[in-house]
């Protein structure tokens, strides 16, 4: 899914002129509206990759090699399949909407900076394989820093 997703631009300014046009009151279920059609795009988007996944997986199988060794893959950094890292981008900003929500409520526009500036900074954590620690037990027991 493309950042600048045509469909959904062209849902988000419908939901915007029909804001516009039926009022505030509507606000909440127009916003619903919208966000269950991106998580709709998000969950094809996602199950289009792990099919894509599963199939490559299936094919290196039939021909007896292994698709990537072990963090040769770019996309296997740290030892983390792409799975692994776009669920926690994907849970990460799914976990945005209430936070961001809650940091509004609270403080308002400072509230929503600083929420933001924290989701920021976690993924940034987790892309630099900076969370080495949770990984420590899904290692070989000889293939550990210091051992």
Not at 78 to 86: A, L, N, S, V, Y
Not at 109 to 114: E, R, V
Request: net charge negative; aromatic share 6%; hydrophobic share 40%.
């Amino acid at each position: 899914m493309d950042a600048r997703d045509p469909d959904l631009k062209k849902e988000l300014d419908a939901a915007l002129q029909t804001r516009k046009e039926l009022g505030a009151e509507y606000e909440s279920e127009l916003v619903d509206s919208f966000m269950d059609k991106v998580e709709q795009r998000f969950n094809d988007t996602a199950d289009r990759h792990v099919r894509r996944q599963l199939a490559e997986q299936q094919m290196a199988a039939a021909r007896g090699t292994r698709p990537y060794a072990t963090g040769t893959h770019p996309d296997q950094a740290h030892g983390m399949g792409i799975g692994e890292r776009f669920a926690f981008v994907g849970i990460s900003l799914v976990l945005a909407i209430p936070l961001s929500a809650i940091g509004v409520v609270n403080e308002g526009l400072p509230g929503l900076l600083i929420t933001w500036a924290g989701i920021f900074g976690v993924n940034a954590v987790h892309a630099a394989g900076g969370f080495s620690w949770l990984r420590q037990g899904r290692r070989p027991s000889g293939d550990r820093d210091g051992e």
